[in-house]
């Protein structure tokens, strides 16, 4: 294989594993959202009442931010309190969709927060 090719195919195979590393990762301002979690947690007890939080400013004065309220997240044993933090807008996209538990018969469904 001459040089050139094995320096193309390196950098492609470098380039596809760091898209491949960043998967689920903090979303950055200005970058493409994350899909949400295919995961599906399922929870046989409600889960607690939100806490209050107060919405602090935004980061910055654009329109670009939703704040993302706190929300119970489970983590296979027991409920825990996310924290409500602001995300970015990315390109192309208009409305956030907050995290939430949805009731299914006698469960309890998580729907990550997403952009749409």
Not at 44 to 65: G, K, L, T
Request: charged content about 15%; proline content about 13%; some cysteine.
């Amino acid at each position: 294989m001459s040089s050139i090719k094995t320096k193309r195919l390196f950098f492609l195979a470098t380039a596809v594993s760091c898209l491949l590393s960043t998967t689920g990762c903090v979303v950055e301002q200005g970058s493409a959202p994350p899909p949400p979690r295919t995961q599906v947690v399922y929870v046989q007890n409600r889960p607690p009442a939100d806490i209050y939080e107060p919405q602090p400013p935004p980061p910055d004065r654009s329109p670009n931010w939703a704040w993302q309220k706190g929300h119970w997240r489970w983590n296979g044993k027991q409920y825990y309190w996310q924290k409500g933090h602001w995300v970015s807008r990315p390109p192309h996209y208009k409305v956030w969709v907050a995290p939430h538990w949805e009731g299914r018969g006698n469960s309890w469904i998580f729907i990550e927060g997403h952009w749409q």
